[in-house]
């Protein structure tokens, strides 16, 4: 999982920007959509919808954007309509990225993905050539001066997760958890007042691959490249690159 909180949370705290934050809830509603759409407007019965809420709540979306996404994704709204994918490929390096779109002009999109990693030294690849290199994961972050591991060990157990992890490197206490858990975790750490640094749901690498210099400074800025695009909703990759160089992004 080396860098993978790291870059996690570098993408969280340029999200603040102003410049970002826009594309930030574009994207927000547009999973807002997509899941009604696929699974209906009732969050209480649509897994993917109430994640999608709780995230977009946490991101401060005002709730007048988040109902009028749920009212277009369910058809009670005119809205475009979206389909979604996932691009595979392989960045500097041979590190393996997963793309994440939701567009409504694939040619498009998949013009600007292959442009983006052409640009950085990266090639697309066939479906499923790097998928089976990631999980998909609840994740969780905790600074290590805000809790203890003791405490936060407890609180993960009882609130179900599956495991809690200790990155020295990074200073962060690192809690994974099923996907199916993610909400009901959370709710938990919620409720107990065991305050995260970041939660989400994400694709964990189960390898990862060390890049250093010019190398991860492109695997970099092809993240940053991707991450960008109006049509990309997530980008993953299983890079491992040392602290100092990834601080210098930050």
């Not at 400074?217 to 997530?234: A, G, K, N, Y």
Request: hydrophobic share 40%.
């Amino acid at each position: 999982m080396s860098g993978h909180s790291k870059w996690a949370n570098i993408k969280h705290k340029k999200a603040k920007s102003d410049a970002k934050k826009g594309k930030v809830f574009t994207k927000l509603v547009k999973e807002i959509m997509v899941a009604a759409k696929v699974g209906g407007s009732d969050p209480s019965g649509n897994p993917r919808l109430r994640a999608a809420i709780e995230t977009a709540k946490s991101e401060n979306l005002p709730a007048d954007n988040i109902e009028r996404a749920i009212k277009k994704g369910a058809g009670e709204l005119d809205s475009v309509n979206y389909e979604e994918g996932t691009y595979e490929g392989y960045g500097p390096g041979g590190v393996a990225v997963l793309v994440n779109f939701m567009t409504d002009n694939r040619n498009r999109t998949a013009s600007e993905v292959r442009h983006a990693f052409s640009s950085f030294g990266g090639s697309l690849g066939q479906s499923g050539s790097v998928g089976y290199l990631f999980e998909k994961k609840g994740f969780f972050t905790f600074e290590m001066d805000s809790i203890t591991e003791e405490r936060l060990m407890e609180a993960a157990l009882e609130a179900g997760a599956e495991d809690v992890v200790a990155n020295n490197e990074d200073r962060v206490f690192e809690v994974y958890t099923a996907p199916a858990d993610f909400i009901k975790v959370k709710n938990s750490f919620d409720a107990v007042g065991v305050r995260y640094t970041l939660a989400e749901t994400t694709m964990a690498p189960k390898t990862t691959v060390k890049v250093e210099g010019k190398t991860a400074r492109q695997v970099l800025s092809l993240l940053e490249e991707l991450e960008d695009l109006d049509d990309v909703q997530s980008v993953y990759a299983n890079f491992d690159i040392p602290s100092e160089e990834m601080a210098g992004v930050a």
